[in-house]
Every structure is written in structure tokens, then in C-alpha cells.
Nanobody, 123 residues
Framework: QVQLVESGGGLVQAGGSLRLSCAAS????????MAWFRQAPGKEREFVAT????????AYADSVKGRFTMSRDNAKNTVDLHMNNLKPEDTAVYSC????????????????WGQGTQVTVSS
């Protein structure tokens, strides 16, 4: 089992940058695929990015490709999401998730979730 805690959210102007971090507890962190999802008010949870347990393979939603970068440090039990050129439509609660995923863009593939961190982008 793994517990996840996100940090780094906040208020930023359009065009700005933020770095989200997700700290994991548990000695098996390196065995899990990790992902970031986001949920805006009144909308369904949306896939943002995923990284495989090795850290070699990453995938991104089309809406963030080229602007967001996901990375992990298995020695430190952390995953980061670097967000550049933020847009007002990126405003949402961002949550990290862990699991063994065959469908990495599907939320139900991940049994472990953090509490989320708010990102607000002003125009």
C-alpha cells in the first residue's frame, strides 16, 4: 500500500508556471505506475499525465502536451509535474495516483490517490 500527499498548487497568472509534487510513503513506490489527474468544478476527472514505474515512459493528455512534464525520483519516492505556459482552462484540483495500470489514462486503474491540490490560473 502507498499513501500520497500532493503539494505545490496555488494561484498563478496565465502564462506562468507551477511545479506540483507528490510524496509517497511505502517501500514499494518504485513498483507503481504513477499518474496525475485533474478535476474542475462541474466536470469529470480528467487524465493529465502518467509515468511508468521505470520512469522511462511518459504520456500526456493532448491539452497539456508540450507544456507539462512529469518526472519521478524513485530514490526519493516523489513524482513531479512541471507546468508551463498555464492557461485558465488548467484551473482544477490536481491529484496524483498510483497503481498497476494497463489503461494508464483511466482513473479506475489507480487504487491509491492523494487528497489533491488546487491550481488556479487567472486570465
Amino acid at each position: 500500500q502507498v499513501q500520497l500527499v500532493e503539494s505545490g498548487g496555488g494561484l498563478v497568472q496565465a502564462g506562468g508556471s507551477l511545479r506540483l509534487s507528490c510524496a509517497a510513503s511505502g517501500r514499494t513506490f518504485g513498483e507503481y505506475d504513477m499518474a496525475w489527474f485533474r478535476q474542475a468544478p462541474g466536470k469529470e476527472r480528467e487524465f493529465v499525465a502518467t509515468i511508468r514505474r521505470s520512469g522511462v515512459y511518459t504520456a500526456y493528455a493532448d491539452s497539456v502536451k508540450g507544456r507539462f512534464t512529469m518526472s519521478r525520483d524513485n530514490a526519493k519516492n516523489t513524482v513531479d509535474l512541471h507546468m508551463n505556459n498555464l492557461k485558465p482552462e488548467d484551473t482544477a484540483v490536481y491529484s496524483c495516483a498510483a497503481g498497476y495500470s494497463t489503461r494508464p489514462r483511466v482513473p479506475s486503474e489507480y487504487p491509491y490517490w492523494g487528497q489533491g491540490t488546487q491550481v488556479t490560473v487567472s486570465s
